[in-house]
């Protein structure tokens, strides 16, 4: 347990300040507490801490990534030594579709939206100086996330620490890919077949690491509503429990390590009210259903990333006042981890300044306005009290309707989860445009604009620099080697054996993740979603 950021707990007037301080209040009001139980107590609808930011504030985990591991390798230690306490790497397109950077489908995408990695020696110059044993990383990866997790591992062992001692997560979650985002690659079935080779190699040789972030983020992106977000995401993770124990695997050896990632979008007391109804509907859900013996298998635990989509192009500064907001409603929510945009997000990748403050929002939220000096700040708000039930019961609804379909992969196959974000996003788009519903600076408060900022640009030859280095690659190695280890995969795919230990000896030979993933290939094919959806 980490000792207590601070000593004495007092409001600016000097005014003590009780850890639970809903239940005190609530209590002299003479209301039923008996619904309320103490943050760290199930179902957890307060937190899953008993101290909350008390013992330890949330991880400021920022994310960056962005044409060579060099460059964004200065980006990470420049964020590290401005305070950030955790690494969010973005990859790049052809790095999240598992192709090569000199693959033909990757020209032009190469470092556009994140990190290029290919290699083994694209990941160890990415994590250079940088200490694997004292910084947790979180990967947003799916498709190929068994293989940039080994990379991960690999290059942690090269700097003396084991795969036990490695804390982090990778994404992994490929069925909001089939819902909302589209980088899968692999069709629905082999694609499980992964996620629960990750899950059973990870509980015995990587215990510690995070082994899916199971993401209503991207859905939320897409449009949907915060109730349809709780019910999507909590019904997919429910679809990776089930393929997990059908694998044989008991569930207290793997639901510890499921993580959740969510959207915090504008409307505060929704946001902060979704993440407790979240927190107390996942409770329920897993005891209910599988009566776990282990705490956190039933403890749900979640990283927010403030909402892209809320950004606007015009009048760039005001993004500022809407991720505050946002930061406020996640950690008032009580999230583990949290990322904050940068203002300038809408019009291209975050410059250092852009960054910098974003990381600034979260420390002045953390050390200046006092939301994280007591557990759940907004508990026992009648306000927030109603809206947190509400949408429990209403997500509720919504997972029961999917697992009448026959659960989330079903519904997915039907296009049933697709088209109800469309709905939803539909909806938006018409108050937006009859001015219902008002966004400051893109229907209301407009003014003519004289834009100043000059997005960040990146480096266009890190495409040509990343071919070059993987000829160089291919040219120094056995290829003999690279053979036999592909051929095995291939083959492994087809007899069931767990894939992360091959895939590990494959990268050991310094095949590439291209390589890599066109040896699974051979065997589950590749898969394209029906027109439609």
Known sequence: MAEQRREDWQT????????????????????????LP???????????????????????????????????????????????????????????LGLDADDELSLGE???VGVSISTLDDMRELFEGIPLGKVSTSMTINAPAMI?????????????????????????????????????????KPSMRLITDIFSYCSKSIPNWNTISISGYHIREAGCTAV??????????????????????????????????????????????????????????????????????????FHTQV??????????????????IQALAAICGGTQSLHTNS???????????????????????????????????????YHVETLTQQIYDMSKEQITIIEKMGGAMAAIEEGWQQREIHNSAFKHLKEVESKDRKIVGVNYGMMEENLQHKPMAINAEVEKVQCERLNVWRDVRDQSDVDICLN???????????????????????????????????????WMAPSGF
Not at 169 to 178: A, C, H, P, V
Not at 349 to 371: N, W
Not at 491 to 507: M, Q
């Open 12 to 35: 600016l007037s000097g005014i003590e300040l009780p850890m639970q301080p809903g239940i005190i209040s609530m209590n002299e009001a003479g209301a039923d507490t008996n619904d």
């Open 38 to 96: 103490n943050s760290g107590q199930p179902p957890y609808t307060r937190g899953i801490h008993s101290s909350m930011y008390r013992t330890r504030l949330w991880t400021m985990r920022q994310y960056a990534g962005f044409s060579s591991a060099k460059e964004t390798n200065e980006r990470f230690k420049l964020l590290l030594e401005r305070g950030q306490k955790g690494l969010s790497v973005a990859f790049d397109l052809p790095t999240q």
């Open 110 to 112: 190469v470092g556009k």
């Open 148 to 188: 940039l997790l080994a990379m991960y591992a690999i290059v942690a062992e090269e700097q003396g620490v084991s795969s036990s001692e490695i804390r982090g997560t990778i994404q992994n979650d490929i069925l909001k890919e089939y819902i909302a985002r589209g980088t899968y690659v692999f069709p629905p």
């Open 228 to 301: 349809q977000e709780v019910a999507f995401t909590l019904a997919n993770a429910l679809a990776y429990v089930d393929a997990a124990i059908e694998t044989g695997l008991d569930v207290d050896s793997f639901a510890p390590r499921l993580s959740f990632f969510f959207n915090c979008h504008n409307d505060f007391f929704e946001e902060a009210s979704k993440f407790r109804a979240a927190r107390k509907l996942w409770y329920d859900l897993m005891t209910n259903r599988y009566s776990p013996k282990h705490p956190k298998s039933s403890m749900l635990r």
């Open 307 to 324: 909402a892209g989509v809320s950004l606007t192009a015009q009048q760039p500064l005001n993004n500022i006042s809407r991720v505050t």
């Open 343 to 381: 203002y300038d997000e809408a019009i291209g990748l975050p410059t250092e300044e852009s960054a910098t403050i974003a990381l600034r929002t979260q420390q002045i939220i953390a050390e200046e306005s006092g939301v994280a000096d007591v557990a759940d700040p907004l508990g026992g708000s």
């Open 488 to 526: 095995a995969i291939t083959e492994a795919c087809k007899d069931g054996r767990n894939l992360f230990p091959l895939v590990i000896d494959s990268l050991r030979v310094n095949c590439t993740l291209g390589e890599i993933m066109d040896a699974m290939k051979e065997e589950f094919g590749t």
